[in-house]
């Protein structure tokens, strides 16, 4: 099957890496793969030799055109010719529909916001509208309740289906020592990874028996979050690693791991970490943690926005060396849920037999 990819670009983020794992791996099972990146940015994710990359040459740097873009899309598809269309992102499949009005190409949209998530009004109508004139041959949701607000959103025509993210294969350090680390990870200019919950509940910990709390990723600015552990007087127990090339290491490193969002999509380093045997806490957030997490069997979930619980949670884990043990080592049976191979060919079933 000719499969054409829209993502939007190459660099560090969650749906970059989601769609260009997804490109990589329908090769990998046979596909012939095309991956329009609608921004020409700095590229931080790899796409396989067999992938043909379609770039924009001379717009897009950091804002969109919409008509170039439009002219761009219809140009770049119609050369691969594939069979099908799988755009990720809601209003980049807006866009990549209006594109291809009067075509043959079956579209298909990857959700990836939170069912949370509040999209300015100008671009909610711009999609209602779209999607109202050009419903989508399918649509895949990442977590069953998204599923469930997607079916609300979506045309009754535009079938939902439950597709997870895949997760990578988690490179092994055995000769890395466990340090006291409770790590969380994610960028940090975005309100709703809920990092600021996660200091003002480690400074509830009062240093216990010396785990230091680490952050890694966020090249942003993260100011306000060096802000708050100093107001809470636990800057000399925090550190921000910044963008991390070999996250895999410090997954090696750490001892536990922290996800406490207020929404996600779908929450990508949750999976890796449990995939590289962290004993992993969550709050209670919509979507992904009741996907992912039987609590205290290979994980633990504390219900949302409970600092306290979130602090006593942890301290269980440090206080227990064996329960961090044997949840962790639970936890790796994430990877073979999400290997890429069985994801990929669920997508590919999908869009090979929806609508045809």
């Known amino acids: 099957m000719k499969i054409g990819v829209v993502g939007p670009s190459l660099k560090m983020g969650g749906m970059e890496r989601a769609s260009t794992t997804m490109a990589n791996s329908l090769t990998d099972i046979g596909n012939e793969v095309c991956f329009l990146s609608l921004f020409s940015q700095e590229d931080f994710f790899k796409l396989n030799n067999q992938v043909q990359l379609f770039t924009p040459n001379g717009f897009n740097t950091s804002k969109l055109s919409l008509f170039k873009t439009l002219i761009w899309i219809r140009t770049s598809l119609k050369q691969f010719n594939p069979d099908v269309v799988l755009v990720y992102g809601r209003f980049y499949g807006a866009i990549v529909s209006l ?20 999209w300015a009004i ?12 050009l419903p989508p041959a399918g649509v895949v949701a990442q977590t069953k309740i998204a599923m469930l607000y997607q079916q609300k959103y979506y045309s009754k025509k535009s079938p939902v289906r439950v597709i997870p993210n895949q997760v990578k294969q988690v490179k092994e350090f055995p000769e890395v020592e466990k340090a006291k680390i409770i790590l969380a990870v994610g960028r940090f200019n975005d309100y709703l990874k809920g990092f600021d919950r996660l200091i003002e509940a480690y400074a509830l910990l009062n240093g216990h028996k010396g785990w230091r709390l680490v952050f890694a990723g966020g ?7 060096r802000d708050l552990a100093d107001s809470c007087g636990i800057m000399a127990n925090v550190d921000f690693l910044g963008k ?6 410090v997954y090696a490193e750490a001892g536990i791991f922290v996800i406490p969002s207020r929404s996600e999509g779908f929450p990508n380093a949750l999976c890796e970490a449990m995939a590289a045997g962290l004993p992993c806490v969550a709050f209670d957030f919509i979507a992904g943690p009741r996907d992912l997490i039987i609590h205290r069997e290979n994980g633990f979930i504390v219900p949302d926005g409970d600092l306290e619980a979130l602090a006593n949670q942890i301290k269980e884990l440090i206080d227990n060396e064996q329960l961090r043990s044997k949840v962790g080592e639970k ?6 849920m999400l290997d890429q191979k069985v994801i990929a060919k669920r997508m590919c079933d999908f869009l090979n037999n929806t609508n045809r």
């Open 219 to 225: 090249d942003e600015d993260g100011q306000y979050l």
């Open 331 to 336: 936890a790796r049976g994430i990877a073979k």
């Open 122 to 133: 100008h671009i909610n109508f711009f999609d209602r509208i779209v999607y109202w004139l």
């Open 244 to 249: 991390v090339e070999d996250i895999d290491r």
């Open 99 to 118: 594109a291809l009005l009067f075509t043959h190409y079956r579209v298909f949209i990857s959700e990836r916001s939170s069912p949370l998530f509040k």
